[in-house]
């Protein structure tokens, strides 16, 4: 459900709220971590969610022109709200050419094992202690992260974006052999206590 009151806008999804225009720094913190971190001038990234556009936004800012960027939005409304009322507040990062749209489930295109990303972005619930979409309960498990590493090539990057610390997903992140940190974000207007969590992890190298 997309709600409007004034200039602020929110998606909300089975009675959560899942992002409004009244706060992306975390979201765009997320995708520049991660594109620091990516090698190379064509790098192929894959995003999961698209929410109101802002992470996509900031990975495109972030890139040269040769990238190619994934963005993967179950929810087909989503897609076609960001190209219609949502779509001035990234600054429309769908009409990048850069960009490829897949309606479809991210758990859907790692799964086939087909391609690989030099980064994947989760930006998808409320992060993995709040999951509104239960197959996306796999994302955040020893085995889904397994199988993000199988699709990250050389030096790839995983970032994670979740509304506050999990220490099932960082017990998960040690066990499927990825070294992680995290970084806390501020929410604007409320104390640390409220600031959401930021994950970046890679493959250890033996």
Same mark, same amino acid.
């Given at each position: 459900?997309?709600?409007?009151?004034?200039?602020?806008?929110?998606?909300?999804?089975?009675?959560?709220?899942?992002?409004?225009?009244?706060?992306?720094?975390?979201?765009?913190?997320?995708?520049?971590?991660?594109?620091?971190?990516?090698?190379?001038?064509?790098?192929?990234?894959?995003?999961?969610?698209?929410?109101?556009?802002? %992470?996509? *936004?900031?990975?495109? #800012? !972030? &890139?040269?022109? /040769?990238?190619?960027?994934?963005?993967?939005?179950?929810?087909?409304?989503?897609?076609?709200?960001?190209?219609?009322?949502?779509?001035?507040?990234?600054?429309?990062?769908?009409?990048?050419?850069?960009?490829?749209?897949?309606?479809?489930?991210?758990?859907?295109?790692?799964? %086939?094992? *087909?391609?690989?990303? #030099? !980064? &994947?972005?989760? /930006?998808?619930?409320?992060?993995?202690?709040?999951?509104?979409?239960?197959?996306?309960?796999?994302?955040?498990?020893?085995?889904?992260?397994?199988?993000?590493?199988?699709?990250?090539?050389?030096?790839?990057?995983?970032?994670?974006?979740?509304?506050?610390?999990?220490?099932?997903?960082?017990?998960?992140?040690?066990? !499927?052999?990825?070294?992680?940190?995290?970084?806390?974000?501020?929410?604007?207007?409320?104390?640390?206590?409220?600031?959401?969590?930021?994950?970046?992890?890679?493959?250890?190298?033996?």
């Amino acid at each position: 459900m997309l709600r409007q009151r004034e200039a602020e806008f929110e998606i909300r999804f089975n009675g959560w709220e899942l992002i409004s225009n009244r706060c992306s720094l975390s979201e765009q913190f997320l995708a520049q971590l991660v594109c620091r971190r990516v090698k190379g001038d064509s790098p192929r990234i894959l995003i999961g969610g698209l929410g109101m556009g802002f %992470t996509l *936004r900031a990975a495109l #800012d !972030a &890139v040269g022109p /040769d990238a190619q960027v994934t963005v993967c939005e179950l929810v087909h409304e989503v897609i076609d709200w960001n190209l219609g009322p949502l779509a001035e507040q990234a600054n429309r990062p769908l009409d990048d050419s850069r960009v490829v749209v897949c309606k479809c489930s991210i758990v859907d295109v790692l799964s %086939t094992g *087909r391609q690989t990303f #030099d !980064a &994947v972005i989760l /930006d998808v619930d409320n992060g993995p202690g709040c999951i509104l979409y239960q197959p996306n309960q796999f994302l955040y498990s020893t085995d889904g992260l397994k199988c993000i590493k199988e699709a990250l090539g050389t030096d790839g990057i995983l970032g994670v974006w979740s509304a506050e610390r999990s220490a099932s997903f960082e017990n998960a992140l040690e066990a !499927a052999g990825l070294r992680w940190q995290q970084e806390n974000v501020g929410i604007p207007g409320y104390s640390e206590v409220h600031a959401h969590t930021v994950y970046i992890a890679q493959t250890v190298r033996q």
